[in-house]
């Protein structure tokens, strides 16, 4: 059963940075694209970013691009996202995503509960 | 981007009736390349449908997905109690992947 767990989320200023991560486990890792997709109170899914396979190939909402980093360790089992120059319209729940194969630009076949992150000051 | 419009909004149904979703799509779905979720609150949400009407390992056959082009629809045939949730549709044909706004389907 393939099983996400997100963490580090949390309370944060604007301005500021967070680094969250996801655990996989139930299925191979390193066979599978992997994605970010944050939910804000009140509104519906939006995708945030993804990584393939190898962590070669990357790609970010524009909304994102030049402040969060998505990265992967398969040594680990393990997703990241790192966010820099956090506002408050980065506030929602971050879930993590597993891709339906090696490429992450798919539909997503297994998901995580997610992460809170609240940018506030 | 192609922008997903999901109607409607909210779908009032009692269980053992018939639901109907749409998601119309502002330019084509490449390939058919639509999924439908399911979210229910504080859960992760699970996917049911890809390739607009394949369904996913062990979901029930009360649950059906149709459409191409930029008309696509998820039926859930007899509603029962563990159905109602919010869906989702989303589009992965083209960058970037995107949601609908989904439907939150609530009991009568």
């Known amino acids: 059963e393939v099983q996400l767990v997100e963490s580090g989320g949390g309370v944060v200023r604007p301005g500021g940075s967070l680094r969250l991560s996801c655990a996989a486990s139930?299925?191979?890792?390193?066979?599978?694209?992997m994605n970010w997709v944050r939910q804000a109170p009140g509104k519906g899914l939006e995708w945030v970013s993804g990584?393939?396979?190898?962590?070669?190939?990357?790609g970010y909402a524009d909304s994102v691009k030049g402040r969060f980093t998505i990265s992967r360790d398969n040594a680990k089992n393990s997703l990241y996202l790192q966010m820099n120059s956090l506002r408050a319209e980065d506030t929602a729940l971050y879930h993590c995503?597993?891709?339906?194969?090696?490429?992450?630009?798919?539909?997503?076949?297994?998901w995580g509960q997610g992460t809170l992150v609240t940018v506030s000051s | 981007e192609i922008v997903l419009t999901q109607s409607p909004g909210t779908l009032s149904l009692s269980p053992g009736e018939r639901a109907t979703l749409s998601c119309r799509a502002s330019q084509s779905v490449s390939s058919s390349s639509l999924a439908w979720y399911q979210h229910k609150p504080g859960q992760a949400p699970r996917l049911l449908i890809y390739?607009?009407?394949t369904r996913a390992t062990g979901i029930p056959d009360r649950f059906s997905g149709s459409g191409s082009g930029t008309d696509f629809t998820l039926t859930i045939s007899r509603l029962e109690p563990e159905d109602f949730a919010v869906y989702y549709c989303q589009q992965y044909g083209s960058s970037p992947r995107t949601f609908g706004q989904g439907t939150k389907l609530e009991i009568k």
């Open positions: 990584i393939n396979w190898n962590g070669a190939t990357t």
């Open positions: 390739d607009a009407s």
């Open positions: 139930g299925f191979t890792f390193d066979d599978y694209g």
């Open positions: 995503a597993r891709a339906s194969d090696y490429d992450s630009s798919t539909y997503y076949s297994g």
